[in-house]
């Protein structure tokens, strides 16, 4: 079955294709005329139904836990594809949809300094000449586009007019009509949106409690319904602000600690946001980091780290800046030797010295550090280079989000309390981990519970702690998303629940890299999935 999905990804979206691996078609970009929302669910449809099928035509091996896994992951995905189309309707209310796919579709061939160059030239040149099609026919579907993904798109567009003007021209120096027809079509895109003509009455962003439950599970995957992510985030949430005072003393050894506990802990925040590099040693800070986790794991005895090493650290390309300030991008499944890459947002060039210093007060030297561990060691570099070495390409290729995010945030707390970074460390990752629990509530929040802007910002700011610069960007980013953004708390509580429930069956035998290997060896599946394969538990992964 999925070798029909592959078939079926591969002619449907050339930038797919590329991003498997598979180019063959490095020189298309993706159609979306008026009618391919139809042909694409008509397909997406029959092959959830061939996998129906092949379940019913075969009991005896839905029996075995790694089918039954491979076709939880496979069917997850096919339904989340199907509610991106026909419930989120993305291609007609998210105009960073088409956005996305023309400038990652050419940015993908341009970084790919692996391939040869003729052909990355030529491909990258027939490719930014669709783009003004493509944006031709986003103009058709858009009939309904929400205030803040006009907010996002528009941000992103100058950027992505640079892409094809500045740095196309540079890697393709034939390709400098193309380019300059491209990036005209993105400033033409950007005008039309901005005066918002040809499209409906705007829309509200909010998806409301149906579809978001829908996204919810579809994202996370998981048997945590809505109301028991709620609860259990508020109450995380005041566990995690006793930890924080309780560190935030020790972070101040004993001066300054007038005052009420969040006093204490805002003054302990604020000793640790002083060590904090500049706008222009971001990012090169950042990659230094990295350096010096490693160097505390190197012996091999809580996690396995990548070998060979082919972790790359980018600056975020400016036609993605705006919504995710640092975040990994795997190696192509059909090429695991290419290298993998961490990207990290630069402070915008546009900002003041105001927004740019409450921008590197929260990606602190102790920041980059949590940043660091949870995007390469052990965290999501580490997961997805060693979900390249698993024998079936279903799960080389599909990958659960709470269960991405969820190791990640769980190994963060592992590596902390095993010692690295000191108290500014372990106070900066219960900052991070109360960041987990605010994004899934201000998910909840703002798209179901009618929350408005003042009220996600005070969460934010207030009982997370964040600075008010990170908090606006934050604030965007669920308006525009709808279930990732619960996937790191959700993850996170699901991994620690099933590392608890793996030890207490183990009893004296368990240990923590014999846990690690067993998780990772499983790729990225639903958690439920996982726990199937670790604890032999044969109850439905629901």
């Not at 061939?50 to 096919?78: F, N, V």
């Not at 193309?178 to 005008?191: M, N, P, T, V, Y």
């Not at 149906?210 to 579809?218: I, K, M, P, Q, T």
């Not at 179901?448 to 003042?454: E, I, K, L, S, T």
Request: glycine fraction near 8%; include cysteine.
């Amino acid at each position: 079955m999925f070798d029909g999905f592959r078939r079926h990804l591969v002619a449907s979206s050339p930038t797919a294709a590329t991003r498997l691996g598979d180019h063959s078609r490095d020189a298309d970009l993706d159609d979306w005329h008026p009618q391919a929302v139809d042909s694409r669910l008509a397909e997406l449809g029959s092959l959830r139904r061939r996998l129906d099928q092949a379940a019913d035509a075969a009991p005896s091996l839905e029996a075995h836990a790694d089918t039954r896994g491979d076709r939880t992951l496979l069917d997850d995905t096919l339904a989340k594809m199907i509610l991106e189309l026909e419930g989120l309707r993305l291609p007609e209310t998210d105009a960073t949809f088409y956005l996305d796919i023309a400038t990652t579709g050419v940015h993908e061939l341009l970084r790919r300094d692996d391939l040869p160059a003729q052909a990355r030239q030529e491909a990258a040149r027939r490719r930014a000449a669709a783009v003004p099609r493509l944006l031709d026919q986003a103009r058709v579907n858009l009939t309904a586009v929400p205030a803040p993904h006009r907010e996002v798109t528009l941000l992103r567009t100058p950027g992505a007019a640079a892409l094809f003007r500045e740095l196309l021209p540079g890697f393709a120096p034939s390709a400098g009509d193309e380019g300059e027809a491209a990036a005209l079509a993105c400033e033409r895109f950007a005008i039309w949106l901005g005066s918002g003509a040809d499209t409906a009455a705007v829309p509200d962003w909010r998806l409301g409690a149906g579809r978001w439950d829908d996204a919810l599970r579809l994202v996370l995957g998981s048997r945590m319904d809505a109301e028991e992510v709620w609860q259990r985030g508020w109450d995380r949430l005041d566990e995690l602000h006793a930890e924080a005072e309780e560190l935030a003393g020790r972070v101040l050894d004993g001066q300054g600690t007038a005052g009420d506990g969040r006093a204490r802990v805002r003054a302990a925040l604020a000793r640790v946001a002083a060590d904090r590099p500049t706008r222009e040693r971001l990012v090169r800070d950042a990659a230094g980091a990295l350096e010096g986790i490693k160097a505390f794991l190197h012996d091999g005895k809580l996690f396995a780290l990548p070998d060979p090493d082919t972790l790359r650290v980018e600056e975020v390309p400016a036609f993605q800046q705006g919504v995710v300030v640092a975040y990994f991008m795997p190696a192509p499944p059909l090429e695991p030797d290419v290298a993998h890459t961490y990207y990290l947002s630069p402070v915008p060039a546009e900002w003041d010295d105001e927004q740019a210093t409450s921008f590197l007060r929260e990606y602190n030297r102790h920041a980059l550090a949590s940043v660091g561990i949870h995007e390469a060691y052990p965290g999501h570099y580490a997961q997805f280079a060693a979900a390249q070495r698993h024998p079936r390409l279903l799960r080389r290729t599909l990958w659960n989000a709470a269960c991405a995010e969820g190791w990640a945030v769980y190994a963060e707390r592992q590596v902390v309390r095993a010692g690295f970074g000191g108290p500014a460390l372990a106070l900066t990752s219960v900052k991070m981990d109360m960041r987990a629990v605010a994004n899934a509530l201000l998910d909840q929040g703002l798209h179901v519970r009618g929350w408005d802007d003042d009220t996600a910002m005070e969460l934010m700011t207030e009982r997370a702690y964040q600075e008010p610069a990170e908090a606006r960007g934050k604030l965007v980013r669920a308006k525009v998303t709808a279930g990732q953004l619960s996937s790191y708390f959700v993850g996170g509580e699901e991994m620690g629940d099933l590392r608890s429930d793996v030890a207490q069956a183990r009893g004296a035998a368990f240990d923590p890299r014999t846990f690690h290997d067993g998780v990772l060896a499983q790729a990225i599946p639903p958690v439920a999935v996982l726990r199937r394969a670790l604890l032999d538990d044969h109850e439905e992964a629901t």
